[in-house]
Nanobody, 119 residues
Framework: QVQLVESGGGSVQAEGSLRLSCAAS????????VAWFRQAPGKKRKGVAY????????DYDDSVAGRFTISIENARNMVYLQMDSLKPEDTAKYYC?????????????WGQGTQVTVS
């Protein structure tokens, strides 16, 4: 029903920037919630940020608030994660995921992930 493809990962030095992209297709409607998660080796997968497709609801994990920005380009169903002031602790594989609503946070669709390495 929903397909997600992430891109934009890579290696960057501390204090550098990257922009991740998530191309979403399928059943995407205004109430759909799109999120970025990340998982580092030896750590649990954690939510980074989410945005409702309508744009009226979004949130960030405290670890990235003020440094990362999530946005959506509705015409293309493209969700971005602009990552600035990157730190080594941001190193992880980043995944795009979709939930029916942000309230439910039931992420049933996932992309393949894209690796971010900060040195």
């Amino acid at each position: 029903q929903v397909q997600l493809v992430e891109s934009g990962g890579g290696s960057v030095q501390a204090e550098g920037s990257l922009r991740l992209s998530c191309a979403a297709s399928g059943n995407i409607i205004p109430s759909t919630c799109v999120a970025w998660f990340r998982q580092a080796p030896g750590k649990k997968r954690k939510g980074v940020a989410y945005i409702r497709v309508s744009g009226d609801d979004m949130d960030y994990d405290d670890s990235v608030a003020g440094r990362f920005t999530i946005s959506i380009e509705n015409a293309r169903n493209m969700v971005y994660l602009q990552m600035d002031s990157l730190k080594p602790e941001d190193t992880a594989k980043y995944y795009c995921a979709v939930s029916d609503t942000c309230a439910a946070l039931a992420f049933g669709y996932w992309g393949q992930g894209t690796q971010v390495t900060v040195s």
